[in-house]
């Protein structure tokens, strides 16, 4: 079974400083990894995924992750946060043998981003 | 292109009414996903279709049923309403099992 934990429910940054949002996951297979992003009232848009390859994901709008196998993390960063990162990320797994993309979601982290 | 829209956006109803969610995909995907968003709980999957014609359960099923007679429509139904379905429920569809999951902008269920 798949499970991902999102450490820290609420984030909050100031313009221009490093976002950070932590997501450590649980695989008894080799994991595919994904982070999405949900602004208000709106369905979720996928930022990066990590299938196989290279571990250092990048994304859109400047955000990328970095697959860790030994820490069993995916952790989203990105150098310098803007007032449109406001939002609620989501961190998921699905496992590589289920056939189809059964997706796991982490309860969400909601960045704040203050002036 | 519209991608994958839900009907209706927002609807109230009173416990024991029943409803259908209507989700559609224009992008000739084969598989599609129906979630339930619950605050302080994710998203959680409640049934999904590997292509026309087939369901399956997810994660938290009961209370719910769907159906997948064309390709790119996928309903969720619900025959008895009660409170603990208060929910926003989001649809997403992908091609393949690597692809991305494209969802739509959510209904947002009140059960009174």
């Known amino acids: 079974a798949q499970s991902v934990t999102q450490l820290g429910s609420h984030v909050s940054v100031s313009e221009g400083a490093l976002v950070l949002l932590r997501c450590n996951y649980s695989?008894?297979?080799?994991?595919?990894l994904f982070w999405y992003v949900q602004y208000p009232n709106q369905g979720l848009q996928l930022l990066l995924k990590?299938?196989?390859?290279?571990?250092l994901v990048k994304g859109i709008n400047g955000f990328e992750a970095e697959f860790k196998k030994s820490e069993t993390s995916f952790h989203l960063t990105k150098p310098s946060a803007h007032m449109s990162d406001a939002a609620e990320y989501f961190c998921?797994?699905?496992?590589?043998?289920?056939?189809?993309?059964?997706?796991?979601f982490g309860t969400g982290t909601r960045l704040l981003v203050s002036p | 292109n519209a991608g994958v829209t839900q009907t209706p956006k927002f609807r109230v109803l009173k416990t024991g009414q029943s409803m259908t969610l209507l989700c559609a995909q224009d992008?000739?995907?084969?598989?599609m996903y129906w979630y339930r968003q619950d605050p302080g709980m994710g998203l959680r999957l409640i049934h999904y279709?590997?292509?026309?014609?087939?369901?399956a359960k997810g994660e938290v099923p009961d209370g719910y049923n769907v159906s997948r007679l064309k390709k790119q429509n996928f309903l969720l139904g619900l025959e008895s309403a009660a409170p603990s379905q208060t929910s926003v429920y989001f649809c997403?569809?992908?091609?393949?099992?690597?692809?991305?999951?494209?969802f739509g902008p959510g209904t947002r269920l009140l059960v009174l």
């Open positions: 279709s590997v292509g026309e014609g087939t369901t």
């Open positions: 998921a797994v699905s496992a590589v043998n289920t056939g189809f993309q059964k997706l796991v």
């Open positions: 997403a569809s992908n091609q393949g099992f690597q692809e991305t999951q494209y």
């Open positions: 992008m000739n995907h084969e598989y």
């Open positions: 990590y299938t196989t390859g290279a571990t």
């Open positions: 695989s008894s297979v080799p994991p595919y």
